[in-house]
């Protein structure tokens, strides 16, 4: 019997790793392991946890036809495959690449015990469209500007053929037969989160490019958090933004930018992307940084913003800029708190995506808005909020004398972002030279 695991890929239809394994002919159990590593860094109202076990039992009712359940552990993934090798009957594991430095430490070991055993291990690109060196320059080195790589990527995808694979209804025949069930939220070590991981809205896609900026609009696709957890395939998201709209799809190309960046550069994940940087004198505010953790900066589309994350687990793009772009500027504060802030509160966390779009509002990043630029919160508001609709959302108060003064003068601020900025990039150069 072989065993398929479920990570980053909760779903039955276009899943490669999946396929792979049910083509083969023998049985396939599908398992899914809640890793305690992980787990332990949770709040214990988690509503990714929820997600992940919703999307679980979706798969399970979706295996009833074939009298299959997906047998559900929990605990350190090393020692729950140790258990399940002691009872013998396991031919080989299938699985998707994941490309997080923890994940990568996982397989490997996993990999190691599988094949110590002389048992097949196969893993396979599922997470992403295009991974690691599939779009590199012509000299074999990795992209790390985002437009020639966008272009390459483009040209990449006219070439090949993006069918779905056919006939998986089938191959669903060879699913082992199997009964187990899925834990409670208390067996996992966790409560039902209050809070409910919406739908994707893929009607939102056609006009993407026309009301993308404008917050108060809410045409959000709410699509990152599925593409997350896996329970949309990203080669059907691929051909209906690359139909739909080229915006859209640009954004699916920037997810793939930022994997294969931390795939190459994993020490983006606690370093600057550039050295240069190194030399930033950050402002350790813990006070600064709660005001902007609860929305009370006097800024009011920052302000909005923070709320809507903290009450949603969600924010809209444009103001994940502008709010990232405070922090780091207007606040000096290091992008690394905002980025840990964002990945404790965002249902769509994903790590290469977080860190890539915090180095970049930063400027410490590859592909870097300039150091330089410093986003002015009023004039983003008045281009891209103007009726006040979104803050009006978030911010009750904001029309009432409750409503605090700024925190900081946004003149003020950027001139002692960019003096900052000038001052390490200068004390980094001295160091070299």
């Not at 990999?111 to 097949?120: H, I, Q, R, S, V």
């Not at 966008?150 to 056919?166: C, F, G, M, T, V």
Request: charged residues 30%; neutral net charge; hydrophobic residues 35%.
């Amino acid at each position: 019997m072989l065993y398929f695991w479920f990570r980053r890929d909760l779903r039955l239809n276009d899943n490669t790793g999946l396929n792979a394994a049910l083509k083969i002919g023998k049985k396939v159990q599908p398992i899914f392991i809640f890793d305690k590593k992980i787990l332990n860094e949770l709040p214990k109202e988690d509503a990714r946890v929820s997600f992940i076990h919703k999307h679980l039992e979706k798969i399970n009712s979706e295996l009833e036809p074939y009298q299959s359940s997906v047998r559900i552990e929990i605990g350190n993934p090393a020692d729950v495959w140790k258990k399940i090798l002691a009872e013998g009957e396991v031919e080989g594991l299938y699985f998707n690449h994941d490309y997080e430095p923890y994940a990568m430490e996982r397989d490997e070991v996993i990999t190691n015990l599988f094949e110590g055993k002389k048992l097949t291990v196969k893993s396979f690109k599922d997470h992403v469209f295009f991974e690691k060196d599939e779009v590199v320059k012509d000299d074999g080195k990795p992209y790390t500007v985002f437009t020639p790589y966008k272009r390459k990527w483009l040209k990449k995808y006219a070439e090949i053929d993006n069918s779905p694979e056919p006939n998986e209804e089938a191959l669903r025949e060879n699913f082992a037969k199997s009964n187990y069930k899925a834990p409670s939220h208390e067996e996992i070590g966790f409560v039902p989160a209050k809070l409910i991981a919406p739908d994707f809205e893929l009607k939102f896609v056609k006009d993407y490019d026309k009301h993308r900026d404008f917050p108060g609009k809410n045409h959000t696709t709410h699509i990152g958090h599925h593409l997350r957890f896996g329970t949309v395939s990203v080669r059907a998201v691929v051909e209906y933004g690359n139909k739909k709209n080229e915006t859209f799809l640009s954004e699916i190309v920037w997810r793939d930018f930022f994997s294969q960046i931390l795939w190459h550069f994993p020490h983006v994940v606690t370093e600057n992307f550039r050295a240069k940087y190194n030399g930033i004198a950050w402002r350790k505010n813990h006070e600064d940084f709660k005001k902007w953790c609860e929305g009370k900066t006097g800024y009011p589309i920052v302000d909005a913003g923070m709320r809507e994350l903290n009450e949603t687990g969600f924010m809209h793009n444009r103001v994940r800029m502008i709010t990232a772009s405070f922090l780091v500027k207007h606040l000096l504060i290091d992008w690394r708190w905002g980025e840990a802030y964002f990945a404790e509160k965002l249902l769509d966390f994903d790590l290469a995506s977080n860190n890539g779009n915090w180095q970049w509002v930063a400027g410490t990043g590859c592909d870097a808005s300039p150091y330089f630029r410093v986003f002015n919160p009023e004039s983003q508001q008045q281009k891209f909020d103007k009726q006040g609709e979104y803050i009006r959302k978030w911010v009750p108060e904001f029309d009432s004398l409750d409503y605090p003064a700024p925190m900081v003068e946004h003149k003020f601020a950027r001139e002692r972002a960019i003096s900052t900025y000038k001052e390490g990039i200068a004390l980094v150069n001295e160091a070299l030279n």
